[in-house]
């Protein structure tokens, strides 16, 4: 026959066990509540501008072909259907956002700019336009694309992606002997063809 104290203290024993349980249960609660919260990743502000030069009646846009271009870009040409032309002035950017650029302009019959500087990305959506022109001191910089063997596991194609904006150029009617040689240029240094070369190859079409 058990002898009634020895359950007491196995009941003792047993709640001792469940309340130390609660109490290391409350520790580690209390320690993943003091941990701070995971910051959420907010993209940093376009760097770009796009307005209205409502003097000359033109759009102007300058700096980084960023994320979020070919939206805004969209928005203002719809906003303002009466405008059709625009003023660039970058030194390039992402190639994805100059094509969503070009898909605009030439939807909406948007002719191109250059007063300073336009290159790289900024080039392609350049020709992008219906009619293109340069002022006396702009210069418009081209260049090839990077990594001229095939690409890694998981890694963009230059070379696809260069064959689709060399797509683009004679689209709009750049001379092939031009796009051949755009197709043979290194990633760097920029070339600056002269307007001569620019204007006999179809890349400038206005005086």
Do not use: N
Not at 72 to 86: F, G, S, T
């Amino acid at each position: 026959m058990r002898h009634p104290d020895i359950d007491i203290i196995g009941l003792k024993l047993l709640l001792g066990l469940a309340l130390a349980g609660l109490t290391l249960v409350g520790i580690a609660m209390a320690r993943v509540e003091a941990q701070p919260k995971p910051r959420y990743h907010i993209p940093p502000p376009p760097q770009f501008e796009l307005r209205i030069d409502h003097a000359a009646g033109r759009f102007e846009f300058r700096g980084l072909v960023d994320f979020g271009l070919t939206a805004a870009l969209r928005d203002l040409v719809a906003e303002h259907p009466d405008i059709r032309e625009i003023v660039l002035d970058s030194g390039g950017g992402y190639i994805s956002e100059a094509r969503g650029a070009v898909g605009v302009l030439q939807a909406a019959g948007i002719a191109t700019h250059v007063a300073g500087h336009c290159a790289s990305a900024c080039a392609l959506i350049f020709v992008g336009g219906v009619a293109r022109s340069l002022a006396p001191e702009a210069r418009l910089g081209l260049h090839g694309y990077a990594l001229h063997s095939g690409p890694m596991p998981g890694m963009i194609d230059p070379q696809a992606e260069m064959r689709r904006d060399l797509a683009i150029y004679r689209a709009q009617g750049v001379e092939e002997r031009f796009v051949a040689q755009l197709a043979e240029l290194p990633q760097a240094p920029m070339w600056y063809p002269s307007h001569a070369q620019l204007r006999g190859a179809g890349f400038v079409t206005a005086p």
